[in-house]
T-cell receptor
Framework: NAGVTQTPKFRILKIGQSMTLQCTQD?????MYWYRQDPGMGLKLIYY???????DKGEVPNGYNVSRSTTEDFPLRLELAAPSQTSVYFC?????????FGQGTRLTVV | ELKVEQNPLFLSMQEGKNYTIYCNYS?????LYWYRQDPGKSLESLFV?????AVKQEGRLMASLDTKARLSTLHITAAVHDLSATYFC????????????FGTGTRLQVTL
């Protein structure tokens, strides 16, 4: 099993550009999440999904969008990148009580 | 709103010494997690604590949970350099979607 796979691992964006962070899990988990981690901080929840077609906002959703068309995939979209979105992004899935994290995407907006 | 506080934020300790990291949270929860993160890496699950009085041990690390006090501790026994990392506690939201709220982390540095 690959677990939770994120792509890309690193990305540099210019202010105003858009991109999609990809997340795929092969464990057939209904629950999936996007977190961001700023330097020296804990993770903060951006969006989450309880199943295909169902998404909801977390603590810091502004500037992001998500979709969940399949159980496996949960992409995160940045429409107009801003320097404040420079962070490390982690995708996760869960099957109670365990949570499984991807390896992260390090995004820099310049 | 669930809030999670960890202390200390930074801990420098000598090899062979013992120390405890504390994790306080503000509202009722049914589970608490401890994770380890090495620089530039993802989170490694250490412990999942599900009930009041739960105690789990793995090597030099022992975690406990007091749900009445809303407090978890991660105790380090006879620290070794390999334990140097950042440790996070995360508390589960009850009811909905298994969301987690994380503490700000404790950066542990074990010196010779």
């Amino acid at each position: 099993n690959a677990g939770v796979t994120q792509t890309p691992k690193f990305r540099i964006l210019k202010i105003g550009q858009s991109m999609t962070l990809q997340c795929t899990q092969d464990m057939n988990h209904n629950y999936m999440y996007w977190y961001r981690q700023d330097p020296g901080m804990g993770l903060k929840l951006i969006y989450y999904s309880v199943g295909a077609g169902i998404t909801d906002k977390g603590e810091v959703p502004n500037g992001y969008n998500v979709s969940r068309s399949t159980t496996e995939d949960f992409p995160l979209r940045l429409e107009l990148a801003a320097p404040s979105q420079t962070s490390v992004y982690f995708c996760a899935s869960s099957y109670w009580p365990e949570a499984f994290f991807g390896q992260g995407t390090r995004l820099t907006v310049v | 709103e669930l809030k999670v506080e960890q202390n200390p934020l930074f801990l420098s300790m000598q090899e062979g010494k013992n120390y405890t990291i504390y994790c306080n949270y503000s509202t009722t929860s049914d589970r608490l997690y401890w994770y380890r993160q090495d620089p530039g890496k993802s989170l490694e699950s250490l412990f999942v604590l599900l009930s009041n009085g739960a105690v789990k041990q793995e090597g030099r690390l022992m975690a406990s949970l007091d749900t009445k006090a809303r407090l978890s501790t991660l105790h380090i026994t006879a620290a070794v350099h390999d334990l140097s990392a950042t440790y996070f506690c995360a508390v589960g939201h009850t009811g909905t979607a298994s969301k987690l709220t994380f503490g700000t982390g404790t950066r542990l540095q074990v010196t010779l």
